[in-house]
């Protein structure tokens, strides 16, 4: 069973994502609220952030909070489409993963099983965001050295696996995996898996 947060700014929003959440025997709403100062206690192993058209500032507001009252939890955040502005500014926030709010039920579902399941969540219209702004010549940052062990670790996150499966794809341990994933963000100058891969989707050091 699979803990559920839910946050947001508009009570209706968050009630609808109860609604869609609540007919899965295998997820559980723990709570929901749309003040960040009182987030609930409630136990959760992913939030789903309701963020579709709201500003920078919210949103990176919202994920520091949640940093602190729930730093265990995954953080999906839900956003307009791939040209919100929720979308990078989430990203850089630290979100573990984002998502189209027009994915529907079956997909908002299948991101947070990913989440719980320690794999990065991006939906395919924000990849192909995230790929246009290299193409566009937004990511003007040189690519930072990275050993060959680190570039296929980064390449296997980048598919989605956990950390058991890199090592176990790798033929590696899964704490040497683990700090080859802290030089990888050190060298990104990330501080989540998530920063960590947009960084490299934006540099263009790995395509999804």
């Not at 899965?24 to 003040?35: E, K, P, S």
């Not at 500003?55 to 009252?69: F, K």
């Not at 566009?136 to 996150?157: C, F, H, W, Y």
């Amino acid at each position: 069973m699979t803990r559920v947060l839910i946050v947001g700014r508009r009570r209706l929003g968050l009630e609808g994502l109860e609604s869609i959440l609540g007919q899965r025997a295998d997820l559980q709403v723990t709570g929901l609220t749309t003040a960040l100062d009182e987030t609930p206690a409630a136990p959760a192993d992913v939030v789903v952030v309701d963020a579709a058209g709201i500003n920078a500032a919210w949103i990176e507001s919202a994920l520091s909070g949640l940093q602190r009252s729930h730093p265990d939890a995954k953080k999906l955040v839900l956003v307009e489409n791939a040209d919100d502005p929720a979308l990078i500014a989430a990203i850089d926030a630290g979100a573990d993963g984002c998502l189209d709010a027009q994915a529907g039920g079956a997909g908002l579902c299948e991101a947070i099983h990913d989440l719980a399941r320690d794999r990065f969540s991006l939906g395919p219209e924000l990849t192909r965001k995230l790929l246009h702004r290299v193409r566009d010549g937004e990511a003007t940052a040189s690519k930072p050295s990275l050993t060959n062990r680190e570039m296929q670790v980064l390449r296997e996150i980048g598919a989605g696996s956990t950390n058991l499966q890199v090592s176990r794809t790798l033929s590696i341990s899964e704490s040497t995996v683990k700090n080859h994933l802290y030089s990888i963000y050190r060298k990104l100058g990330a501080t989540s898996r998530s920063q960590a891969l947009s960084e490299a989707f934006r540099r263009g050091m790995i395509t999804p």
